[in-house]
């Protein structure tokens, strides 16, 4: 499984965490839906190559936006390549996002982007402006992952988003599902569906601690698993 073989390349991801995603952007595919795939924040691919994987089986481009002075592009490639990713719609752009402006982030992502990764500069300013970005230029129908949201080795993605959203320059971005380390978000009109995506793979799956843990407190009491945050209701899978 990818999952297990993602493992070899540096970086971070929980395993319900790539699940999750996986989930989302297969159900993307299943609608017939298309469009770039996003990472701003590769590192070494680990997370870029479950994002590849999805978007190579839709035909889709995938775009991974780093300063890349940690891991170079060449290196990135290969690690994905080592895992059985085909890389030729694979684009790895350097840039800093924090210079970016829309127009050059659409630019670089060659459309609206159906899904993006946050999980560049972890600074409050830097994630706050990486949202905006998000906020301008994600689908209406697109989803976004912020990785590092409650992590305590991290405390300024928390200050960027919370400072996004009490400052209302969230625009219309609204948390959908708090698992594994990463906050999705998305437009409100389709918010429910990709919170009944994300619920349905928490119930049926058998391979995570995680969505155990989902189902015990989802029957003990529907309020412990979804939980109110910046006035909307988001689905929380696994916390302990
Ligand atoms: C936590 S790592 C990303 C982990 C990766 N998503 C994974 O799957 O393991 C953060 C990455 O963000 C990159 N980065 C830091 N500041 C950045 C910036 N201003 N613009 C773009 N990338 C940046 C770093 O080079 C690093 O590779």
């Given at each position: 499984?990818?999952?297990?073989?993602?493992?070899?390349?540096?970086?971070?991801?929980?395993?319900?965490?790539?699940?999750?995603?996986?989930?989302?952007?297969?159900?993307?595919?299943?609608?017939?839906?298309?469009?770039?795939?996003v990472e701003i924040?590769v590192?070494?691919?680990?997370?870029?190559?479950?994002?590849?994987?999805?978007?190579?089986?839709?035909?889709?481009?995938?775009i991974g936006i780093d300063i890349y002075?940690?891991?170079?592009e060449?290196?990135?490639?290969?690690?994905?390549?080592?895992?059985?990713?085909?890389?030729?719609?694979?684009s790895l752009v350097r840039a800093?996002s924090?210079?970016l402006?829309?127009?050059a982030f659409?630019a670089m992502s060659g459309?609206?982007?159906?899904?993006?990764?946050?999980?560049?500069?972890?600074?409050?300013?830097?994630?706050?402006?990486?949202?905006?970005?998000?906020?301008?230029?994600?689908?209406?129908?697109?989803?976004?992952?912020?990785?590092?949201?409650?992590?305590?080795?991290?405390?300024?993605?928390?200050?960027?988003?919370?400072?996004?959203?009490?400052?209302?320059?969230?625009?219309?971005?609204?948390?959908?599902?708090?698992?594994?380390?990463?906050?999705?978000?998305?437009?409100?009109?389709?918010?429910?569906?990709?919170?009944?995506?994300?619920?349905?793979?928490?119930?049926?799956?058998?391979?995570?601690?995680?969505?155990?843990?989902?189902?015990?407190?989802?029957?003990?009491?529907?309020?412990?698993?979804?939980?109110?945050?910046?006035?909307?209701?988001?689905?929380?899978?696994?916390?302990?």
């Amino acid at each position: 499984m990818l999952i297990e073989k993602v493992k070899s390349i540096p970086g971070w991801l929980h395993d319900v965490a790539g699940h999750a995603t996986t989930a989302l952007l297969a159900y993307q595919t299943q609608m017939g839906r298309s469009g770039p795939v996003v990472e701003i924040g590769v590192f070494g691919g680990r997370y870029l190559a479950l994002l590849a994987d999805q978007a190579n089986a839709a035909g889709d481009r995938t775009i991974g936006i780093d300063i890349y002075i940690y891991i170079d592009e060449e290196t990135v490639l290969k690690n994905l390549q080592s895992v059985g990713i085909a890389t030729g719609s694979v684009s790895l752009v350097r840039a800093d996002s924090t210079g970016l402006d829309a127009a050059a982030f659409l630019a670089m992502s060659g459309g609206k982007p159906r899904f993006v990764s946050v999980d560049g500069d972890h600074a409050a300013n830097a994630v706050y402006r990486d949202l905006m970005i998000v906020r301008d230029t994600m689908a209406r129908d697109g989803i976004c992952a912020i990785d590092d949201f409650l992590n305590p080795l991290a405390f300024g993605v928390n200050e960027g988003v919370n400072r996004l959203f009490f400052e209302g320059a969230s625009g219309e971005l609204r948390p959908v599902c708090y698992t594994g380390g990463k906050l999705f978000v998305a437009f409100p009109e389709h918010v429910e569906r990709y919170q009944s995506v994300l619920e349905a793979f928490a119930r049926e799956d058998l391979s995570v601690p995680e969505t155990a843990r989902f189902r015990e407190l989802a029957a003990q009491n529907r309020a412990y698993v979804m939980q109110p945050l910046f006035g909307h209701e988001v689905l929380v899978i696994g916390e302990r």
